[in-house]
């Protein structure tokens, strides 16, 4: 029997150090422009703006919070929450020294924390979820997306995406004015965006199988045998390989996603109703209130103190509630397709639905590509 191959402690970390480097350059390269953008003696958006300045800094502080978890430096998204509206906090506070020449907002800090609790969410949405079968698929996957940020085109194509919204938003409104162009720069800019990662980012795990990298120090196991049961080890760190790694499953059917998609559904239409039904029950409460003498007093001042709320900060604290909404159905939706493959319900090599297919005792092989299957 062969010694094991020794680990190389300069090599394992270098895949994780490739992965990590644009997105710490990036986020070095943001940080100085957010800093000088909220420390600029006297810069406003101004009245005429379409943009509202609360909703520039949600969006501003959200992207810090996701280029923060991106840079690998905090292993816990928790950590990566807490530093972030801690930087916000200070961002906001230090606004207030007297060589700068601004002033510190309540209302500016309530829209930079709402930023970092959104972005918090759907980073909480996004976080693995289910047994083995499913986190080897997501193991794929996530691979293939840090390895789409290391390649200089992927950044041009979101600067190219970058330039068209801005072209819509911008140059359109010169001939045809008017506000709403901005927001569909905005919508179409995000639109060609995800729809150009979403295809690169599956090129790059059909890429995986080809390549064979090591998922733990980056290594080519292209000339890697592998014994009858599909196992070995990497030539360089000696991790244990399986043959089946690199594939990534096939898509779930439409039909199968439709039927995914019911109980997140279902879930938004009894919050949307609930939503509604709370607000004509506080309506009708009210008047009562006022009569009752242990809330006839307390009943105005809390109205008094809710109206009283700026109208761009109810804005942010509106879209931010349906988008922290948003992100829990995305969760119970991946934690429904999670269930379907640890389930076995489909094959993880191509995708195939197992059900119906025989499994003598938990074990059986699938009729469209072969490979075995365990029922758990």
């Not at 190389?8 to 970390?13: G, H, I, M, R």
């Not at 101004?46 to 520039?56: I, M, N, Q, W, Y």
């Not at 690998?72 to 972030?84: E, I, K």
């Not at 191509?350 to 029922?375: I, K, Q, Y």
């Amino acid at each position: 029997m062969s010694p094991r191959p020794q680990r190389a402690p300069e090599v394992l970390p270098r895949v994780e150090r490739g992965h990590r480097r644009p997105w710490r350059y990036a986020l070095l390269v943001y940080a100085v422009a957010l800093t000088v953008a909220t420390h600029w003696p006297a810069l406003t958006l101004g009245a005429a703006s379409p943009v509202s300045d609360k909703l520039v800094h949600a969006l501003a502080f959200g992207a810090l919070t996701i280029l923060l978890w991106r840079t690998g430096w905090f292993q816990r998204r928790m950590t990566v929450t807490l530093v972030a509206l801690a930087w916000a906090t200070l961002d906001e506070t230090t606004q207030g020294l007297p060589f700068i020449r601004r002033h510190v907002s309540w209302p500016d800090g309530i829209a930079n924390g709402l930023g970092v609790v959104v972005a918090a969410a759907w980073l909480w949405a996004a976080a693995p979820v289910g047994g083995a079968a499913n986190r080897a698929r997501l193991r794929v996957e996530s691979f293939a997306f840090d390895q789409l940020w290391t390649r200089p085109e992927t950044w041009i194509r979101l600067a190219l995406a970058g330039f068209v919204a801005a072209g819509v938003g911008v140059i359109v409104p010169v001939r045809l004015p008017g506000t709403t162009w901005v927001g569909i720069g905005a919508l179409i800019g995000a639109l060609v965006a995800g729809t150009v990662l979403a295809i690169s980012w599956r090129r790059a795990c059909r890429r995986l199988d080809a390549a064979r990298p090591c998922f733990r120090c980056g290594a080519s196991c292209r000339g890697t045998g592998f014994d009858e049961n599909g196992v070995a080890a990497c030539p360089v760190c000696g991790v244990t390989l399986r043959s089946t790694q690199w594939r990534t499953p096939a898509r779930a059917s439409s039909r199968q996603r439709l039927r995914l998609l019911a109980a997140p559904l279902v879930t938004a239409a009894l919050l949307v109703v609930a939503a509604f039904v709370g607000l004509t029950l506080l309506s009708a409460v009210y008047p009562r209130l006022l009569r009752w003498p242990a809330t006839a007093r307390l009943a105005p001042r809390i109205a008094v103190a809710i109206g009283r709320i700026p109208p761009d900060i109810a804005t942010i604290v509106d879209f931010a509630a349906a988008l922290i909404a948003m992100a829990g159905l995305g969760r119970l939706y991946r934690r429904r397709l999670a269930r379907s493959f640890d389930q076995g319900e489909r094959c993880r090599r191509c995708g195939h639905d197992l059900r119906g297919t025989p499994a003598p005792d938990g074990r059986g092989r699938c009729s469209e590509c072969g490979v075995e299957f365990v029922v758990e």
